[in-house]
């Protein structure tokens, strides 16, 4: 019978090894995953995935194509950059996250273009005439601000109520109550003109008829010199 057990404990295959042909003492341990023969294969399997999680250290991250996007001083930023550095990650998972969060930021802004297109044909012509309001009445810094709306950042509602403000300024003449003129005739007001344009038809034919277009130009001559603000029209 003793030889028995010592021929078993021989002839069977250990439940693990150390390293090839260096079994192990007792049951497997539970840290030993199933799949790894020996203790060695699982170290220097652990060994490899720590140099793929592992990074070398980065002095400062490159914004790149984002750095006139996103301001590298910012705190936010900054606070981002060290903790990258202090779990050393690599630049390219940097450059994905600025990726990510302009994508993020972007899915608020308006389709400029679709906001365009539902205000008509139109649409440029009627931009421009409120661009250079702008640039005529108002201060420097309050027309950039006011720009964004009929740019990247606009939409058709924000476009419709900034020429509203405008058509109520060029109705404020204390001169002409209610754009009338004095002698009883219809004095045509700015709005009315820009009203007149904002019709396909109308500004097709203020590109193609050049007598159309020199006629148009001169009644918004004559309606801006009637008002008490500037209206400028690029033809």
Partial sequence: MTDEILNKGINDAPSWLIDDGIPGVGDRPEWLPEKFKTVKDAMGSLSQLE???GTASVDSYDFG????????????FKELGDFFKEKRISQDVFDKTLKTIDKYGSSFLPDFEAEKASLGEGADRRIEILG??????????AANALKPLTQEYGTATA????????GKLMENNPSIPNGASTDGAEQETVEQLTAELEDPANFKKYKEDSKYRDSYSARVTKASQSSNYIDKFGN
């Fill in 51 to 53: 140099k793929k999680m």
């Fill in 159 to 166: 476009i419709k109520a900034l020429e509203e403000i405008r």
């Fill in 65 to 76: 194509e984002y750095k006139e996007t996103f301001d590298s001083e910012h705190e936010a």
């Fill in 132 to 141: 250079n309001w702008m640039d005529s009445n108002l201060s420097k810094d």
